[in-house]
């Protein structure tokens, strides 16, 4: 049988790509739909490693009929399953940040006294003035 060269490279660049797809794909929705936390980038990484595992195992099931001797595929399939689920968590986490840049106001909205009137340490610098000593801060 005859294999061409262009197959012997081609097939493992597939299954590459087709096993980061799944992985990455699967860890953007499951990054994107969970609640936030500190545990939401760990559980959208295994299961988008998990579902590139699963996703090489079958692709290795499904390719011995068609077993070309020399083509890493498995092993491009866990390198892919690694790899991809990285990938969709960055765009995960770059899709949330750019929602929130859409949604913050400007300095032109702002309108009235309230931006002069923001003092983010007060109840605290408030709070230290009422013990013995106490410096009295200037407002």
Do not use: C, K
């Not at 299954?15 to 545990?39: D, E, H, K, M, N």
Request: without cysteine; glycine residues 8%; charged residues 10%.
């Amino acid at each position: 049988m005859h294999i061409s060269i262009a197959m012997l490279n081609l097939l493992p660049v597939g299954t590459v790509l087709l096993i980061a797809l799944t992985a990455a794909a699967t860890s953007y929705f499951t990054y994107r739909r969970a609640l936030p936390g500190r545990t939401r980038s760990a559980s959208a990484y295994q299961t988008g490693f998990m579902a590139g595992l699963a996703a090489a195992l079958g692709l290795a099931n499904l390719l011995p009929p068609f077993a070309i001797e020399n083509v890493p595929v498995a092993e491009a399939g866990i390198l892919a399953s690694f790899v991809g689920p990285f990938a969709g968590l960055v765009h995960g986490e770059l899709r949330r940040l750019a929602q929130q840049e859409a949604a913050a106001p400007t300095p032109a909205v702002v309108s009235g006294n309230a931006a002069t009137e923001f003092r983010p340490f007060q109840s605290f610098l408030d709070s230290m003035a009422t013990h013995p000593g106490a410096v009295d801060h200037d407002r």
